[in-house]
């Protein structure tokens, strides 16, 4: 499910400008950027650094030195959605996010500089899933997955996957791999031959007030142990801790709301 352990470009290449369409970064907007700092440091050990202000104040997490993820601070007359967001590579953004609209779905935002660091936007696809797309420059995006406190996966939740199957394949030129059983709308797709997210259809299961969402997963060492260190902190356990197909996970919410799964990854 993972890119290899401890790298974060494609066969194992550490730190290596993505190929379009990879997940590269996971970025949250929050109101309480302070607090959000506290809670994710506690929890996952991060630090952070001064990131790009072009959408207000912001800050990159650091896991050992390495950047993981980005939280800024939403302006305090902007009632939106709490939920991270991740960002799909792309070498012209300006191009994909005309394809984006091309194909059904929206652009929010950008696209726009990030000072020297890249080029973003922040778009949805048909069914109302919020992404982002990153043109990077100095910033090539995440630095390190797959090792506790650091992104593992990302999954699409929808309705049904063919509503927006055709639209990333055809925006990011993804492959897809169907579910092992026919009775399962859950499809992988890939990029060169490698798992990069996962759509699953989810029904009548979808959470009304969410919609399609996307959902990161962050490895962590022990799911149970976590937990109770996470409601300590103010968050939420939606999902208890379970085995699935993947590996140990759980679904949770930190303190403003913003849902995340946890997942002790499979060897």
């Known amino acids: 499910m993972t890119e290899a352990r401890g790298s974060a470009g494609q066969n194992g290449a550490a730190h290596a400008r993505r190929a379009p369409g990879t997940p590269c970064w996971v970025s949250l907007m929050v109101h309480g950027l302070a607090s959000t700092q506290e809670f994710y440091g506690a929890l996952f050990g991060w630090e952070f650094r001064p990131g790009p202000r072009q959408l207000g104040p912001y800050l990159r997490a650091v896991l050992d030195g ?9 302006p305090p007359d902007r009632q939106l959605p709490i939920a991270w967001t991740p960002y799909l590579a792309s070498d012209d953004v300006n191009q994909t996010a005309e394809t984006v609209r091309l194909c059904g779905g929206t652009i929010g935002v950008g696209p726009l500089d990030a000072d020297e660091a890249g080029r973003l936007a922040i778009g949805s696809d048909p069914s109302g899933a919020v992404f982002g797309i990153w043109q ?3 910033h090539l995006g995440v630095a390190v997955t797959g090792v506790p406190g ?51 259809g989810v029904g009548n299961a979808l959470p009304r007030d969410r919609g399609s969402h996307w959902l990161t997963y962050f490895e962590v060492a022990d799911v149970d142990g976590t937990l109770p260190r996470l409601t300590a902190l103010g968050g939420h356990v939606l999902t208890p801790a379970h085995d699935g197909p993947w590996g140990r996970t759980a679904v949770v919410t930190d303190p403003e709301g913003a849902r995340f799964a946890l997942i002790r990854s499979n060897a």
Do not use: C, H, M
């Not at 390495?66 to 939280?71: D, K, Q, Y």
């Not at 791999?177 to 890939?190: E, G, V």
């Open 66 to 74: 390495r950047e993981v993820a980005g939280i800024g601070q939403l």
């Open 136 to 138: 990077a420059a100095s």
């Open 150 to 200: 650091a992104t593992a996966w990302n999954e699409l939740l929808t309705f049904e996957s063919a509503t927006v199957l055709k639209f990333y394949e055809t925006v990011f030129g993804f492959e897809r791999r169907p579910a092992d059983s026919p009775d399962s709308d859950d499809i992988t797709l890939l990029l060169r031959g490698s798992p990069v997210v996962n759509i699953r």
